[in-house]
């Protein structure tokens, strides 16, 4: 469906499609198998501009918009979620949080390197017992005597690319005191090579199992004042401000992994015979067809509606959280729905590692869980709704 797209955007989707087609597709399974991080892919990712296809030009990244973002998100995602996950958090999680709320700086030395894939970026909120109530973190942040640096100490984890990682969008308890919890948080730009950093556990995953995910450790590092993020206590709001934009990319990869899915059983259904004809002239499988085709055309509208609501916001200065977080729990939990059908559509084959079904259906299940969980979205445009804090 090609409704509100400009040429220029089917020039973008295409040549990400022909991208993903080529180059990600024949060696997916590869890397979900070996588990090893694509590198390879993702450098090409970056002179393609697909590790930051929002950030100006002037920063190392692509110029282009929110719906650029979705269409080659979706193209991504449809070849590998895996890789499409590292560039979702390269785009969203880190660059645009410092592109918001940096200095010029900033913008120019911390995003440059990562929007043009030369270096990795990352972003951990998470800690060990700390996941949907981010306010409740430990890791903490003390200014020195000399109001310098802060010494950084903690634990955050599950943090995506955090084995390769060479810059972090790190969050941080600067006032533990502070009633509400969530107002002593700060955030801080860190160089992974600085003494005080340690990559940790490694975590075998269900799947994106290309997408490298560890615990990040902190042991007295020394982080510079002028490396904090925005205002010592903004943190909490920082981090919000980017799950938002993160979410839209999530939905995207939801999109993208739901129609690989769906065109994968659309084909069987109409080339395996039982009872002497196609299983795709029996009701019961054209009603998995037609829920299948509705809900990814669903989906699609609420993510270009989200992302028309970034571009409007960019302009305006206002949030756009509710449409991000219908769009990505209507797109993950469709992308649960289609490729649990794809798998019963296929039967025997659909379980067995000799096609992508199986594949498809680990990869789905992580997007009703990362970047805040289907509970947490209902929460989100519930409370907006009600006009609740
Ligand atoms: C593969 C992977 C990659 C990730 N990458 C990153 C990353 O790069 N950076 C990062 O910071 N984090 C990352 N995460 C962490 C992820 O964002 C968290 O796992 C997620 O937010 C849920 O937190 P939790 O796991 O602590 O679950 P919990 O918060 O403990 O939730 C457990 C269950 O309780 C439910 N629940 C919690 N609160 C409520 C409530 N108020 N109402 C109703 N139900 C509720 C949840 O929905 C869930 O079903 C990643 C996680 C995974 C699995």
Redesign the pocket.
């Known amino acids: 469906m090609d409704l509100y797209l400009s040429d220029e955007y089917i020039m973008i989707r295409d040549a990400a499609r022909d991208f993903a087609t080529r180059e990600i597709a024949p060696v997916a399974e590869h890397y979900d198998q070996t588990g090893e991080f694509p590198m390879p892919i993702v450098k090409r990712m970056g002179e393609l501009g697909l590790m930051g296809i929002e950030v100006p030009e002037d920063y190392g990244g692509a110029g282009m918009d929110a719906v650029a973002y979705v269409l080659a998100m979706e193209e991504i995602a449809k070849a590998d979620v895996a890789t499409s ?1 590292i560039m979702s ?1 390269n785009n969203s ?1 880190y660059c645009h949080g410092i592109l918001t709320f940096g200095s010029e700086e900033q913008k120019k030395t911390w995003v440059t390197p990562i929007a043009s894939g030369r270096q990795i970026g ?5 800690e060990p017992m ?4 981010a306010g409740t973190m430990r890791t903490r942040a003390e200014l020195s005597a000399d109001g310098s640096y802060y010494v950084i100490d903690g634990r ?7 084995p390769v990682a060479d810059r972090l969008v790190l969050f941080a308890k600067t006032d533990p005191d502070t009633n509400p919890k969530h107002k002593g948080i700060s955030a801080f730009l860190i160089d992974t090579r600085l003494p005080g950093f340690v990559r940790g556990k490694v ?1 075998p ?1 269900l799947g ?1 199992r290309a ?1 490298a ?1 560890c615990e990040v450790i902190f042991e007295e590092y020394k982080c510079p004042v002028e490396n904090c993020l925005g205002k010592p206590g903004d943190g909490f709001r920082i981090a919000m401000t980017v799950l938002d934009a993160g979410r839209i990319g999530i939905a995207a990869q939801s999109l993208g992994v739901a129609e690989a899915a769906y065109a994968a059983s659309l084909e069987y259904a109409r080339q395996r015979e039982a009872f002497g004809q196609p299983i795709g002239s029996f009701q019961m499988i054209q009603q998995k067809i037609a829920d299948m085709k509705t809900r990814i055309e669903a989906s699609r509208l609420l993510i270009y509606q989200a992302a028309l609501a970034k571009m409007a916001a960019k302009k305006s200065g206002g949030r756009y959280s509710t449409e991000a977080a219908m769009a990505k729990l209507f797109a993950s939990e469709t992308a649960m729905f289609v490729t649990h059908q794809a798998v019963q559509i296929h039967g025997g084959m659909g379980y067995s590692k000799e096609l992508p079904i199986e594949r498809y259906f680990r990869d789905a299940k ?1 997007t009703e ?8 979205q209902r ?1 989100v445009i519930a409370r907006n709704e009600l006009g609740l804090r």
């Open positions: 996950t958090v999680l990352a972003y951990a909120l998470t700390s996941g949907s109530d955050k984890s599950w943090i995506t690319s955090g975590e995953k994106i997408s995910t992580i869980i990362y970047e805040g969980t289907s509970e947490i929460m």
